[in-house]
């Protein structure tokens, strides 16, 4: 529920007029689709379920109906086609998967026909649809249960690519997408936001005039910060707590990752000349790569010093909670990445945080989701 508090959202501290959780956030963007078109539908494992997809879909399907919110077998390809032929006859398909790897058994219907239908038939046919894909560490679910595949499906003309970080990201552009954006949206959710809680403003969100577009979180003048999902959570924390050592970090939230605010970014290099990309995927051939090339070819004067990148470790994801913790950077790397780059010195003898998974600061799992 919504309420008057005093919350920290990584920059500031302030008196929030209304607080919501994300998974309250993607309840009601759900909630408000069904109810505003009774072409909408959702689909996928659990959305029927008590759980409802971390709590997004609860109840949803005793409201509107069996029809139009419902469970479905492990048959990926098929669920996929099943909602192309729906939004090719008006409907809008709501696809959701716990995790995002099993888009990879959907490809062919992804890559080769809903990227492309339109293109193919000259703009006469469309396939508008959300797909929801959970992406992020967990409780040990090890290599094909964690992979952050972003980078994958941005990589495909035809596709946008959204990762919101918080409620305010949830509200702004899902109502957006499902009700003017006549286009196929692969939304990527990370595991570890939907139980935490953020300040909203209602009225800055009605007033945005891009909801698909990147967002400055902090500003400051010794370095830019480009991030992703649950790292632009990390780099407002790291934002805040190196304040106290005198560094300032401009926070870019990419947001919607097919559709960068280059303008955006090449600005706040200009005015701090360092910049360190925090992705939730592999470095290689990835967002970090992507954003790298795009000031390669339009600034490469701008940097003082080589860019830094934080990624996953370039291995499939082990099991073993301590290796895992290994496997992600947390807080820890991040300000020391940032105090590096900043200094210009591995040794730059500022204090840092404690050095603990991210797991710690934001939700233990238990299983099986």
Known sequence: MARGRTTFDGCNLAMAAEILKYAEALFETMEGA???????????????????????????AEKYGANRVMDTP???????????????????????HIRADFMLL??????????????????????????????????????????????????????????PADSSAILSAYPYIIH??????????????????????????????????????CVGDDITIVATSIMVLEAERAAAYLKDAGIECDVIDLNCISNLDT????????????????????????????????????????????????GMAAAPCPTAKTLEDLYYPDLYDLCDAICKLVTGSSKHGI???????????????????
């Open 74 to 96: 492990l048959a990926e390809e098929a669920i996929t086609g099943i909602s192309v032929g729906a939004a090719l006859n008006g409907m809008y398909p709501i696809m959701t």
């Open 263 to 310: 303008d955006m970014i090449i600005e706040s290099i200009r005015k701090t000349g360092r910049l360190l990309i925090a992705d939730t995927s592999w470095k290689a051939f990835g967002v970090s790569a992507e954003i790298c090339r795009l000031v390669c070819e339009t600034s490469p004067d701008i940097l003082k010093l080589p860019v830094v990148t934080l």
């Open 180 to 217: 003017n954006y006549k286009a196929p949206v692969i939304s990527f959710e990370h595991r570890l936001l939907y139980e935490l809680e953020f300040e909203i403003d209602r009225q800055e969100i009605l007033g945005t005039d891009n909801p698909l577009g990147s967002r400055l979180k």
């Open 351 to 369: 204090d840092l945080p404690e050095k603990k998974p991210m797991t710690d600061t934001y939700k233990h799992f238990r299983g099986p989701f």
């Open 34 to 60: 069904l109810d505003k078109s009774d072409s909408t539908f959702i689909i996928g494992q659990g959305a029927d379920d008590h759980k409802g997809i971390f709590g997004t879909t609860v109840g949803l």
């Open 106 to 163: 959907a490809t062919n219907q992804i890559i080769n026909l809903i990227a492309k239908y339109r293109y193919m038939f000259g703009g006469h046919y469309k396939v508008p649809l959300l797909i929801r894909a959970v992406v992020g560490r967990s409780w040990g679910q090890g290599a094909q249960h964690t992979q952050s595949l972003q980078s994958l499906f941005s990589h495909i003309p035809g596709l946008t690519v959204l990762m």
